[in-house]
């Protein structure tokens, strides 16, 4: 390679970078890996909720139970959708604030998870529900399966 084609291509690989740079200011934001079945509407709502709470999100239309067993999730405490953001699991529908929370605090855990499909939590309180408001709790899931409470909504 010549002298001049040398400058060229050192160029080139500058623009490159400094394109790439560019490309990443805009996705700073905590992405999460979601895995449910491809016909689960409540999940898509949740989805929804976290995306307009500034989370990235990428769905896998794979069904959830796999990879609840392998993030260690216990089958009780199972919902419709499992997901992982920052080496944490979350398993059903956990409000966004919750995970905001969990991102800021780190604790030692697996996660979190809000067991079934309480209405009213987020993508469960569509219209569909009427206005309907359960209460449920989040819970903080320890590395030995056990569970304290993390938050509750009444
Ligand atoms: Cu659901």
Known sequence: ???????????????????????????????????????CGCCKEWVAHLEANGFRVSAHDEGNTGMRGRLGIPVALGSCHTALVAGYALEGHVPA??????????????????????????????????????????????KNGSTSVFSSYR
């Open 97 to 142: 604030g919750d995970v905001q929370r969990l991102l800021k605090a780190r604790p030692v855990a697996i996660g979190l998870a809000v067991p079934g499909m309480p209405v009213g939590s987020p993508g469960m309180d569509g219209p569909a529900y009427g206005g309907r408001r359960d209460s449920y709790q989040v819970l903080l899931i320890a």
């Open 1 to 39: 390679m010549n002298p001049s084609r040398r400058l060229v291509t050192a160029w080139a690989t500058l623009a490159a970078v400094v394109a790439s740079g560019t490309a990443l200011a805009g996705t700073d934001a905590p992405l999460v890996e979601v895995w449910k079945s491809p016909s």
